[in-house]
Antibody, heavy 116, light 110 residues
Framework: QVQLVESGGGVVQPGRSLRLSCAVS????????MHWVRQAPGKGLEWVAV????????DYADSVKGRFTISRDSSKNMLYLQVNSLTAEDTAVYYC?????????WGQGTMVTVSS | DVVMTQSPPSLPVTLGQPASISCRSS???????????LGWFQQRPGQSPRPLIY???NRDSGVPDRFSGSGSGTDFTLKISRVEAEDVGVYYC????????FGQGTKVEI
């Protein structure tokens, strides 16, 4: 059974950093692209970042480029999102998602609140 | 960047009646590999998005056959043949041909 479990969210002050984690079970990270998608309170879905299946490439939304970094540890089957220089606009639920020619498996999300 | 425009933003529906949501992209979603990466998702309040359709017209596992997707190029449609009470929620389209972009969502309510 494929399962994605996010963690690492919380309340953080503007300008600070967090590392979000996604524990992946039932699949290998090296077989599918993996994404982070976020959703601000009461708003729509926003694609954030992707890690290509072979680890060769990472891409980011313009809104987070230069501040967020996606990475993985294949030995632990973990996906990460390092989020730096946080602003109030980064307040959202962050979802880890598998891409299987479509976003077919989603985690439950981890909430990040940026507030002083 | 590709812009995805959904309409309508809000869709009042009647139980047992059909419903339709439109999604238009600012450029063709036909990938160089020949596929069209357009998907649909349902999100109920307090839940993670649920995949419904991938590559325009393929239903995800466990999705009732009252949901169907169609379209090509820049114009795509999600149809519900007979709306049930559990179909209430927000629906999103997603393109994955030119990076990834979601539509702004359509709220389906009884």
């Amino acid at each position: 059974q494929v399962q994605l479990v996010e963690s690492g969210g919380g309340v953080v002050q503007p300008g600070r950093s967090l590392r979000l984690s996604c524990a992946v079970s039932g699949i290998s990270l090296s077989t599918h692209h993996m994404h982070w998608v976020r959703q601000a309170p009461g708003k729509g879905l926003e694609w954030v970042a992707v890690m290509w299946f072979d680890g060769s490439r990472q891409d980011y939304a313009d809104s987070v480029k230069g501040r967020f970094t996606i990475s993985r540890d294949s030995s632990k089957n973990m996906l990460y999102l390092q989020v730096n220089s946080l602003t109030a606009e980064d307040t959202a639920v962050y979802y880890c998602v598998r891409d299987n020619s479509g976003f077919d498996i989603w985690g439950q999300g981890t909430m990040v609140t940026v507030s002083s | 960047d590709v812009v995805m425009t959904q309409s309508p933003p809000s869709l009042p529906v009647t139980l047992g009646q059909p419903a339709s949501i439109s999604c238009r992209s600012s450029q063709s979603l036909v990938h160089s590999d020949g596929n069209t990466y357009l998907g649909w998702f349902q999100q109920r309040p307090g839940q993670s998005p649920r995949p419904l359709i991938y590559k325009v017209s393929n239903r995800d596992s466990g999705v009732p056959d009252r949901f169907s997707g169609s379209g090509s190029g820049t114009d795509f449609t999600l149809k519900i043949s007979r709306v049930e009470a559990e179909d209430v929620g927000v629906y999103y389209c997603l393109q994955g041909t030119h990076s990834w972009t979601f539509g702004q969502g359509t709220k389906v309510e009884i």
